[in-house]
């Protein structure tokens, strides 16, 4: 098994005379050639597309008993988080979870590694694509429900792109982390589920975390994407005091790091075998 920082095989450069092209023009290449495949893949669009934009419909049934006023809330920042959270979920997490897989088993990151790229740049350029539709699609939701559901210019919008930002890096990070224990493409949904069923119920997607048991909110703060969520949700609402607001940075921050380590520690370079 070989993390990160350990290479396989003899590491190519360009022979003498040759130009270096230099780490952006090789990231973006990377990136677009990516974004081909992405395109070809029709399960995988769909699934990117489709998905965010109509499981926000299934949160309302789940809110209307709920008296959102009094926590702040209102039907459309509730329907807004829901949908950013469900575009981090399947436009980024689920879909870079099968494209690390198929890429792997494919030896197309085994044959990267022997080039000029370095192993950040092959995972960045992988996962580019996706989180650029994660970002292109939040902020057609973003408008959409700003007009259909008369939600108003948010309070604090830095908080609400620093959370989404803090969700497209961990959602890609995390994807490679759960690719490396993750055997075949047909198996990346199965494995996928796990994360998405725990964020959407216990990160503020689904349910608003306002609306939880005091302990039970509590424990749910701690997982990955609740930090994200609660940022998303506290900038367009306005209701997240500046201490709240770095605990949810520091939370997200010790998550990135955790999830850094774990790729560097255990993402498998090579098909499993």
């Not at 829901?82 to 980024?92: E, M, P, R, T």
């Not at 940022?231 to 955790?258: E, F, K, M, N, Q």
């Amino acid at each position: 098994m070989s993390g990160v920082g350990e290479r396989t095989g003899v590491r190519g450069g360009p022979g003498r005379g040759a130009a270096v092209v230099p780490g952006g023009r090789r990231l973006r290449a990377l990136a677009r050639a990516e974004l081909t495949l992405l395109g070809r893949n029709r399960t995988a669009v769909v699934t990117a597309l489709l998905l965010p934009l109509a499981l926000p419909f299934s949160v309302r049934p789940a809110v209307d008993n709920i008296d959102l006023k009094a926590e702040g809330l209102s039907i459309g920042t509730v329907t807004l988080t829901a949908a950013i959270g469900f575009s981090l979920l399947f436009a980024v997490y689920s879909s870079l979870v099968s494209t690390f897989v198929a890429r792997r088993e494919e030896l197309v990151l085994k044959r990267l590694r022997t080039g000029e790229l370095g192993d950040p740049e092959i995972l960045a350029g992988t996962a580019l694509p996706a989180m650029g539709l994660g970002l292109a699609q939040t902020a057609v939701l973003a408008v959409g429900c700003t007009v259909l559901l008369g939600i108003g210019a948010p309070p604090a919008p830095y908080l609400t792109v620093l959370g989404v930002l803090f969700g497209l890096a961990l959602c890609a990070l995390l994807a490679a982390v759960t690719a490396s224990f993750t055997r075949t493409v047909e198996s990346a949904q199965v494995t996928a589920l796990p994360l998405v069923l725990v964020s959407m119920m216990g990160s503020g997607i689904a349910i608003p975390s306002e609306v939880l048991p005091d302990r039970l909110a509590s424990l749910c703060e701690l997982l990955p994407l609740s930090p994200a969520v609660r940022l998303v949700r506290g900038g367009l609402t306005g209701h997240l005091s500046g201490y709240d607001a770095l605990g949810a940075i520091g939370i997200a921050l010790a998550w990135t790091g955790l999830a850094v380590f774990a790729v560097r520690r255990w993402f498998r370079w090579e098909p499993r075998r």
